[in-house]
């Protein structure tokens, strides 16, 4: 096959006829050649498009899938923690274990809301959100 200038190819006339085997498209004005692809090139073509957009359609899918199950549950944050009242506890000492660097009287009184009454019962599970401190 000998390759013409771009220019050239553009320019000339073509007839017709059958040229390299391959029928011309009559309906144009003979400036361009139309090539007739074959049905498996068609079929081909429409596999590779359909299975780019079926994956596309994948990695959108397990794209939103992951983004929602993040915004739902955060493991490295825990929504809250249990504290199982021992002997000798007392709303202070659990006040400084779980913020020993906050105001330790706003955190008894958050504790004190809590727990529903200033005296702690041995056993007594208190739910403590993680925004208390």
């Not at 391959?22 to 139309?34: I, N, Q």
């Not at 739902?72 to 274990?97: K, N, S, Y």
Request: no cysteine; charged share 15%.
């Amino acid at each position: 096959m000998t390759m013409l200038p771009a220019f050239t190819v553009l320019t000339q006339p073509v007839a017709n006829t059958v040229s390299d085997g391959y029928p011309l498209d009559a309906s144009r004005s003979g400036d361009v050649r139309a090539v007739a692809l074959s049905p498996s090139v068609y079929r081909r073509r429409r596999f590779v498009a359909a299975a780019a957009v079926f994956l596309l359609t994948v990695v959108s899918v397990i794209g939103v899938g992951q983004a929602s199950a993040e915004r739902q549950f955060d493991p490295a944050a825990p929504q809250h923690t249990v504290i199982i009242v021992q002997p000798g506890d007392t709303l202070w000492g659990i006040a400084q274990r779980l913020a020993p660097d906050a105001d330790t009287r706003k955190t008894v009184a958050q504790l004190t809301e809590i727990a529903g009454d200033p005296n702690l019962e041995v056993g007594q599970r208190l739910l403590i959100p993680a925004s208390v401190g």
